[in-house]
């Protein structure tokens, strides 16, 4: 079982939707999650990182955190064609310092 | 100012070559990281730096060797790469090693 799962996509949905990007993990004391995207050849950038259980909001982006079904998910509100991006979810393991990406989902927002 | 600057952007060398990256921070950061990501993929990490010691190696070929002259600064030394090697090289640092990471633009690395 991987430490970070994600559906790899490609998640299609037209300018002006909400998308909602999902992802699960495994480690059950996982304390620190976060959503990057990154560009075609170019490096992740942080969008946002949740801690506490329940919605955070940062413009048109909310993360929602659940630990109890170990889950962590992105909505992107407004969605527009500067969005179509790889999304990486990454959980920081609870013993260890470990930093685990899951596979990145590829958003496409048609115009 | 969350920035990591890498050098150089792109690195194109042969296999018997010796070349190194280069990455820095000047936002205080205490845990400094080298991932590898190859096409469509997600970064792979590779080491840690924490308080500039070693503190994770992923088992990686000894023909990558890091080191962290100081708090600031992180290389990756490259020897005898083979083409399998070719990829984009990251660079991440964070304030402490549970905390969010930023990371560099990355060298795009080429081996013939």
């Known amino acids: 079982q991987k430490e970070v799962e994600q559906n790899s996509g490609p998640l299609s949905v037209p300018e002006g939707a909400i998308a909602s990007l999902n992802c699960t993990y495994s480690?059950?004391?996982?304390?620190?999650f976060f959503w990057y995207r990154q560009y075609s050849g170019k490096s992740p950038e942080l969008i946002m990182f949740i801690y506490s259980n329940g919605d955070k909001e940062d413009g048109r982006f909310t993360a929602q955190l659940n630990k109890a079904s170990q889950y962590v998910s992105l909505l992107i509100r407004d969605s527009q064609p500067s969005d179509s991006a790889t999304y990486l979810c990454?959980?920081?393991?609870?013993?260890?310092?470990?930093?685990?990406f899951g596979s990145g989902t590829k958003l496409n927002v048609k115009p | 100012d969350t920035e990591v600057t890498q050098t150089p952007k792109h690195l194109v060398m042969g296999m018997t070559n010796k070349k190194s990256l280069k990455c820095e921070q000047h936002m205080g950061h205490r845990a400094m990281y080298w991932y590898k990501q190859k096409a469509k993929k997600p970064p792979e990490l590779m080491f840690v730096?924490?308080?500039?010691?070693?503190?994770i190696n992923e088992s990686v070929p000894s023909r990558f060797s890091p080191e962290c002259p100081n708090s600031s600064l992180l290389n990756l030394h490259l020897h005898a790469l083979q083409p399998e090697d070719s990829a984009l090289y990251l660079c991440?640092?964070?304030?402490?090693?549970?905390?969010?990471?930023?990371f560099g633009p990355g060298t795009r690395l080429t081996v013939l």
């Open positions: 730096y924490s308080y500039e010691k070693l503190s």
């Open positions: 480690d059950r004391g996982s304390q620190s």
């Open positions: 990454a959980v920081n393991g609870n013993n260890f310092n470990k930093f685990y």
């Open positions: 991440a640092s964070s304030h402490g090693i549970t905390d969010t990471q930023y």
